[in-house]
């Protein structure tokens, strides 16, 4: 476990501490070439350094006031140290733990208990006492200016500039539950944005429903919280699941809450920026997009709400964060690994055959899933995709691949060899039809397409195959030990 890092800068500083931080001193335009020289970053072995642009230029040509921070997730180390952890799965030995809340025998049992209970009531957020760090600097009227803030323009087609690594705060005005979530935001001027929100947010949920009422909506746009709020709100949450209570339990400490100025929200108290506004059901939608996406196209122009600023608040001397989206791999692939990691334990709640699984970067998370699961009966794998398509934004994966539980799913080079050896493609392959990511620009519909299941594990009699099932080639253990013992006075590893 590593110290908690309560603010951006603290992440920063602890990012170039590590040696993965570079400081990008020459003025770099935040029209294409920043997004160009961090994608040449991000393709690099590992991710890449972390980059920090010193001095944005703005497209009036002017320098801005705030430098922009990039790829701060972007590599397996720095996305552990985010969430305060030496390797990203020890948060999902905590999930299992707590999923192993049995009330155990005896006086004794019940006291050794105790520390995990405990534990689960330290993570509510708290409000934070006084001005928050987050409103040293509060521009309202004629002071919002979001040209002066560097927002990024990534790619040559994009429908504008666009604030992408986002933690958008909204609430259910029946139920007054809380949700975070990270969409894109795209400028649409000095005082007004727009809401890129797919319809099977829980945001978009949170709209549809004050439309209905005619009410107006309030939204907060973070940008720049704790490293563990900003992952939080990328995460796949249940609706009645507050982001800031996960992040709280990432962090083993509560987020400090301050109540935003011009709406009824509260906001991470040491966020950098925020963007306060609010949405009006009786103005039609905007124009949004295009948008050089995560899959590596383009994804089209589409109507979205219109966010009207009421104001911008934010620290004294602020970072702007920003990531890019693209063609793989991207930052974005360990925001997502590190998904995977954690909720691991949720998948094996329901199906407890299942050993990992994994998202390899080329498959942009929906288009590929690998799933070794330790088989039992015939048909088990079978079971396991149905389970999984019923399951959250599971149910989006286009192509799901299922083999046993002995193969490293996480080595896409070792799952692909072991499936395409053992698929006889018509009796293992599998079709469906459900909803697909809108992402998805190869769907015969739109959000809705066909998916495919893959059955690489070993074969049964009883799943028609009656051949001898062949081994796998592995050298003995003798062998290995005594070319172990030899190894470097063969001269092997001398340059």
């Known amino acids: 476990m590593t110290d908690t890092l309560d603010t951006l800068s603290e992440f920063i500083a602890a990012i170039e501490a590590a040696g993965e931080l570079r400081r990008i001193r020459e003025p770099v335009a935040v029209h294409l070439e920043m997004c160009e020289i961090a994608d040449r970053v991000m393709k690099m072995p590992g ?6 642009f010193e001095q944005p230029v703005l497209r009036d040509g002017s320098i801005a006031a705030y430098p922009v921070a990039i790829n701060l997730f972007g590599s397996m180390s720095r996305m552990a140290m985010a ?13 299992t ?3 192993d809340l049995k009330v155990p025998e005896g006086f004794l049992g019940k006291l050794q208990l105790l520390p995990r209970l405990l534990e689960v009531a330290k993570f509510p957020p708290r409000m934070a006492s006084g001005t928050p760090a987050c409103q040293e600097v509060v521009w309202r009227g004629d002071e919002i200016d979001l040209d002066k803030i560097p927002v990024l323009t990534t790619w040559p087609e994009d429908g504008g500039p666009f604030i992408t690594m986002t933690a958008v705060v909204s609430k259910d005005p029946q139920r007054g539950i809380r949700n975070v979530g990270m969409y894109r935001v795209q400028q649409m001027g000095k005082r007004h944005v727009a809401m890129h929100w797919q319809r099977h947010k829980t945001g978009a949920a949170h709209w549809r429903e004050m439309a209905e009422r005619g009410e107006k909506m309030p939204v907060c746009i973070v940008i720049g919280a704790d490293p563990a709020s900003m992952y939080s709100a990328s995460a796949p949450l249940p609706p009645n699941v507050d982001e800031f209570i996960f992040a709280g339990f990432l962090r083993r400490s509560p987020v400090k809450l301050a109540k935003a100025v011009t709406c009824d929200l509260e906001v991470p108290a040491e ?13 039609a939608l905007v124009v949004e997009g295009p948008f050089g996406d995560h899959t590596g196209y383009y994804s089209e122009a589409d109507l979205y709400p219109r966010v009207h600023v009421t104001a911008v608040t934010m620290r004294r001397h602020a970072v702007y964060c920003a990531t890019i989206v693209g063609r793989p791999p991207m930052e974005d692939f360990y925001l997502g690994h590190a998904t995977e990691r954690i909720f691991l334990p949720l998948l094996k709640l329901t199906n407890p055959e299942i050993v990992d699984y994994h998202m390899p970067a080329e498959g942009v998370f929906h288009n590929l899933v690998f799933v070794s699961i330790k088989k039992h009966y015939p048909g088990q794998a079978w079971k396991v995709m149905n389970a999984l398509w019923g399951a959250g934004l599971m149910s989006l994966a286009k192509v799901l691949v299922v083999v046993d539980d002995w193969v490293d799913v996480r080595n896409p080079q070792e799952a692909w060899w072991v499936a395409l050896n053992n698929i006889d493609p018509e009796r293992d392959t599998r079709f469906t039809m459900g909803p697909v990511d809108v992402l998805d620009h190869a769907s015969r519909a739109f959000t809705y397409g066909s998916k495919m299941g893959i059955d690489a594990t070993r074969k049964w009699p009883e799943e028609g195959f009656t051949r001898d099932w062949p081994k796998v080639i592995t050298m003995d253990d003798e062998t290995k030990a005594r070319v172990d013992a030899r190894w470097a006075s063969l001269g092997i590893d001398r340059p």
Do not use: N, T
Not at 47 to 52: R, S, Y
């Open 47 to 52: 991710g890449g350094p972390a980059l920090l």
């Open 83 to 95: 969430l305060g952890v030496a390797r990203l799965d020890d948060h999902g030995d905590r999930i």
């Open 97 to 99: 733990k707590l999923l």
């Open 271 to 283: 966020a950098e920026i925020v963007i306060e506004g609010y949405i009006d059901p009786s103005e």
